[in-house]
Structures are given as C-alpha cells and as structure tokens.
Nanobody, 119 residues
Framework: QVQLVESGGGLVQPGGSLRLSCEAS????????MGWYRQAPGKQRELVAT???????NYVNSVKGRFTISRDNAKNTVYVQMNSLKPEDTAVYYC?????????????WGQGTQVTVSS
C-alpha cells in the first residue's frame, strides 16, 4: 500500500519560514519524481516544485528564490523549505509521487497539510 504522509504545515507570519516533509512508503522512492502542489480556497491545484530522481528541480515562478525542494532517498522523504512566506502562499500543500514508464504512469498523492500565512 502506497502512503505519502506530509507534515510541517501550520500558521506563520508573513516573512516567516516553514519546512514541509513528505515521507513515502510502498514505492521505490528513488525512481520517482517527487513534487509539491498546493490548492488555495476557490482555486485549482497548482504545481509548486518538483525534483527528479537525478535531483533536477523545477519551480513555479511565484516561488523561485524563496522555496527549495530537496530529497533524501535514504529516508524516502522529500522536503520543501519555504522562506519569505507571503499571504498568497496560503493553501493546502500536497505531496506527489510520479513514475512514468512504457507500461503506464503511477501517480500518488498525500492527504495534504495546511499552510496559513497571516499576521
């Protein structure tokens, strides 16, 4: 059974920092592209950042220079360090694991963790 368990969300003031973690089980973590997505109230889910098995990273423009995604294959865990947080970063953040092959795509989601940026 595949599980992605996020942690680290919470309430933070504007300009503050949080680090989200996502621990995966039930998959061969090292071969998956891992990602963080977010969904604000009334908005569609959007990509925040991804990291490939080779640790190539990609970010949505709005978080470039403020967020850093990383992975620890020994711990089956992906992180996102979020600095200089803004109220518009408020959302539920979801962890994603994706693996594509000639036989199809495996795509898994965590349950989400709430991040609220407010004074």
């Amino acid at each position: 059974q595949v599980q992605l368990v996020e942690s680290g969300g919470g309430l933070v003031q504007p300009g503050g920092s949080l680090r989200l973690s996502c621990e995966a089980s039930g998959i061969i973590f090292s071969i998956y592209t891992m990602g963080w997505y977010r969904q604000a109230p009334g908005k569609q889910r959007e990509l925040v950042a991804t990291i490939t098995p080779g640790s190539n990273t990609n970010y949505v423009n709005s978080v470039k220079g403020r967020f850093t995604i990383s992975r620890d294959n020994a711990k089956n865990t992906v992180y996102v360090q979020m600095n200089s947080l803004k109220p518009e970063d408020t959302a539920v953040y979801y962890c994603n694991a994706k693996y594509m092959s000639a036989y199809g795509t495996n795509n898994y989601w965590g349950q989400g963790t709430q991040v609220t940026v407010s004074s």
